[in-house]
């Protein structure tokens, strides 16, 4: 009786700590079971492969370097034999480091990102409690736990999982601090986060101005809004300081995060672009002899803008492909194998509808959840400019969730009080 009655009187939160636990844990079982035992041994493309071969050179020569795009060309055009900044830093640094300490192979990366993606599933529980309270957490941290997409990128050599990692991160420090009104080494840390996410997928770079634009809009006082923004945007700056700093030494040229950009612009905004994924070099290249790294970078966003000023109905109509190729419910099969399209499609679907739902039954609170409408702004913008692909979408999964997770436990609860009167009724009937 005295244990019921203990058990009773526990303080709510020591429940939700053990919800957490339970995410995390199983989350953690999931990933580890794919990542060690059932994901291919090898490499599962060829981005693997290159971001493999940085992480080597890190270790053996010291020298972030990268093969690049030109290497499809039969000569190569330009100045430099190697790009010095044309993939994001974050995850080469990230793999080198496990490497030098536990050596090659692909288990111990791989058991890394697992932990990550673990605790990103803790940390979408934690946003879902802060937003919309437990029940919704549970629902959501569970979704984040079983979604085969963030369990895939657990046993790949790519930036999903610690890109995923660092933004849940800062989304989840951000959006706490704004609810709990914390002091500044919260803002300090969610500008940190932010800094490191785009350090590891730099199509992020203008969410940090959105983040900005976030505080100064959802909070009535705006001298604290703009003390709070400057701590974003310095933290931030100090987490890309070393790469930029380092791309200014080996260029004379700002380079905040990589020198694909302009490449990634013209591939789908020029004559021969149909909104898809395809890479291939322009037919005439003359134009990039001797150029070095960033000219080539600026020559590639000069050839997309020129052919966007003068087709703008048809880079409207790319855009729109783009949008769609990036929300579409199942990935392409040609890209990811027939059965990994079904299964994204299967699990994207709900959590899609649910999350559309989640956020229409609290528009009320759009004030307070502009933070999640910007990222998917931002995210499906840059996507809609640039190239899109299902995979694109990953770095969202986790903030979508949270919605869907509200939604789901307010279906839950609304069928609950159904089944407990459909039960009484039963009971109720003479036999």
């Keep these: 009786m005295k244990k019921s009655m203990k058990k009773q009187s526990q303080p709510p939160q020591s429940q939700a700590d053990r919800a957490l636990w339970a995410v995390v844990c199983l989350a953690l079982v999931l990933r580890l079971v794919y990542a060690l035992a059932i994901a291919p041994a090898g490499y599962h493309g060829p981005d693997e492969r290159l971001y493999d071969r940085i992480a080597t050179r890190l270790i053996t020569e010291g020298k972030y370097e990268a093969e690049d795009h030109f ?61 919309f309270g437990r029940r919704a957490a549970i629902m959501a941290g569970a979704g984040a736990a ?22 849940t991160s800062a989304v989840y420090l951000l959006f706490a601090a704004r609810r709990r009104d914390a002091g500044l080494p919260w803002w300090a840390a969610g500008g940190l986060c932010l800094g490191l996410a785009v350090l590891a997928r730099s199509a992020l770079l203008p969410f940090v101005p959105a983040a900005v634009l976030w505080v100064l809009i959802s909070m009535k006082e705006k001298r604290t809004a703009a003390v709070r923004c400057a701590v974003i945007a310095a933290a931030a700056t100090i987490a890309m300081a070393p790469w930029v700093i380092r791309n200014y030494r ?68 790319l855009c729109g492909a783009k949008f769609v190729r990036l929300w579409r419910p199942w990935p392409h099969a040609d890209e990811v194998g027939t059965r990994a399209a079904l299964i994204g499609g299967v699990s994207f679907v709900p959590v899609a509808l649910l999350a559309v739902w989640g956020l229409a039954i609290t528009w009320r609170r759009r004030r307070e959840l502009l933070l999640f409408y910007l990222l998917i702004g931002c995210i499906t913008a840059v996507s809609c400019l640039y190239m899109a692909v299902t995979r694109y979408r990953a770095p969202l999964m986790p903030v979508l969730l949270v919605p869907a997770g509200h939604a789901a436990a307010e279906l839950l609860a609304r069928a609950m009080p159904a089944r407990k009167t459909a039960a009484d009724d039963r009971a109720a009937k003479p036999s």
């Excluded at 034999?81 to 480091?97: D, H, I, N, Q, T």
């Excluded at 111990?108 to 993606?117: A, Y």
């Excluded at 085969?148 to 050599?157: E, H, M, V």
């Excluded at 134009?287 to 087709?311: C, H, I, K, P, T």
Aim: aromatic fraction near 16%.
């Design 71 to 131: 290497d499809k060309a039969p000569e190569r055009p330009v100045a430099f034999e190697r790009s010095k900044a044309s993939r994001p830093v974050l995850f080469p640094f990230f793999l080198a480091g496990v490497r030098a300490v536990f050596g090659g192979g692909f288990a111990m990366p791989r058991v890394f990102q697992c932990l990550l993606g673990a605790l990103t599933c803790g940390l979408v529980y934690s946003l879902g409690k802060e937003a």
């Design 250 to 317: 080996e260029f004379g040229a700002f380079v905040p995060a990589t020198t694909e950009g302009g490449y990634t612009f013209w591939l789908t905004n020029n004559p021969a672009a149909t909104g898809g994924g395809e890479c291939y070099l322009p037919a005439d290249m003359r134009a990039f002899a001797g150029l070095s790294e960033v000219q080539a970078d600026r020559l590639f966003y000069r050839m997309g803008l020129d052919y966007v000023r003068a087709n703008p109905g048809q880079f409207i109509r």
């Design 146 to 167: 079983l979604f085969p997409q963030l369990i895939y990128y657990c046993g790949t050599l790519t930036t999903e999982t610690l890109h995923i990692f660092m933004l």
